[in-house]
């Protein structure tokens, strides 16, 4: 399974824009890049999810690296309540039998600075 | 909120006891999951089941023993725990196998003594 590498912890100041990044150098043309976060003392919680193109939601952006190598979560305007551990991860569709399974890593915390 | 909700929120329990926990989703999915977050260590998948059907056991011992009666309940039952067993339990719903969203319950905080 392609393997994705991210900063240990981040730091952002209220209101302010915060980029995090993720790098997966071996990821395969069927692999979807999705971002989960898990807020302190709560389950994880679905962000975003692309595959190819950038992707623009409520909650985020996902901008994706033409050669898909790289990818950056975008929290437009980073709040208190955005501060948690935000894991990037691979998923297959190409494989039916175990593209459900989801993989996390350990993340990257991210702490808000009000 | 997120529609998938776990009870108890807290069990300490001695290693000869026997518990369950629940899982209940509110969300009209297909698929269940049950998720082990040890401290320090990366949330790892212990089950699945997809139309009540278990189609995953991830290598978990024996002394943790899923339910799943219907699309919408989940259960886990414990006996004859480790102190290493502790940690906190996640349960996930989706709309089926497939890289399909998953939606978390809040987990079960397992204090084993």
């Known amino acids: 399974d392609a393997k994705t590498t991210q900063p240990n912890s981040m730091e952002s100041n209220e209101e302010e824009p915060v980029h995090l990044p993720c790098n997966h150098s071996t990821i395969s043309g069927t692999d979807y890049i999705h971002w989960y976060r898990q807020l302190p003392s709560q389950g994880p919680e679905y962000v975003i999810h692309g595959l190819t193109s950038n992707v623009n939601n409520r909650m985020a952006s996902l901008a994706i690296a033409e050669d898909r190598k790289s990818s950056t979560l975008i929290l437009h305007r980073a709040t208190l309540r955005d501060a948690a551990v935000y894991y990037c991860?691979?998923?297959?569709?190409?494989?039916?039998?175990?593209?459900?399974?989801?993989?996390f890593g350990s993340g990257t915390r991210l702490l808000v600075r009000p | 909120e997120t529609g998938v909700t776990q009870t108890p929120r807290h069990l300490v329990m001695g290693m000869t006891n026997k518990k369950s926990l629940k899982c209940e989703q509110h969300?009209?999915?297909?698929?269940m999951y049950w998720y082990k977050q040890s401290a320090k260590k990366p949330l790892e998948l212990m089950f699945v089941?997809?139309?009540?059907?278990?189609?995953e056991n991830n290598s978990v011992p024996s002394r943790f023993s899923p339910e799943c009666p219907n699309s919408s309940h989940l259960f886990l039952h414990l006996h004859t725990l480790q102190p290493e067993d502790s940690a906190l339990y996640l349960c996930a719903s989706s709309h089926g196998t497939g890289p399909y969203e998953q939606y978390f319950g809040p987990g079960t905080r397992l204090t084993v003594t």
């Open positions: 991860i691979l998923r297959d569709g190409s494989k039916v039998d175990s593209s459900y399974k989801l993989i």
């Open positions: 969300l009209g999915h297909n698929a």
């Open positions: 089941y997809n139309f009540k059907e278990q189609t």
